[in-house]
């Protein structure tokens, strides 16, 4: 059976840093492109990074490129998001998810995705 489990969200000042994981199991990272999405409060999901299948090849929306980083391990069958620079307006709850299967690059539209995590709670606050 897929599942999707995030850990390492938290509480951290304004210009901190987090990484977030995402463990899978049930499947092969190298068959589906994984994502991470983000939901804050009162707000719809949005998607906020992406990394194919084959792990060479990453997409970020543009409110996080260069302060968050996407990459996975296989051996460990996890990706991992690297949260730099964090802002108030990052808080919200992370969301890691598997792409259908036969996607294989990056995305970050939220169809492309059959698989979902618990999500795990960001909260960026002095």
């Known amino acids: 059976q897929l599942q999707l489990v995030e850990s390492g969200g938290g509480l951290v000042q304004p210009g901190g840093s987090l990484r977030l994981s995402c463990a899978a199991s049930?499947?092969?990272?190298?068959?589906?492109?994984i994502g991470w999405f983000r939901q804050a409060p009162g707000k719809e999901r949005e998607g906020v990074s992406s990394?194919?299948?084959?792990?060479?090849?990453?997409k970020y929306v543009d409110f996080v490129k260069g302060r968050f980083t996407i990459s996975r391990d296989i051996a460990k069958s996890t990706v991992y998001l690297q949260m730099n620079s964090l802002k108030p307006e990052d808080t919200a709850v992370y969301y890691c998810?598997?792409?259908?299967?036969?996607?294989?690059?990056?995305?970050?539209?939220?169809?492309?995705?059959?698989?979902w995590g618990q999500g795990t709670q960001v909260t960026v606050s002095s």
């Open positions: 998810a598997a792409a259908h299967t036969g996607i294989t690059v990056p995305t970050i539209l939220e169809a492309d995705f059959s698989s």
């Open positions: 049930g499947f092969t990272l190298a068959y589906r492109a």
């Open positions: 990394i194919s299948s084959s792990g060479r090849s990453t």
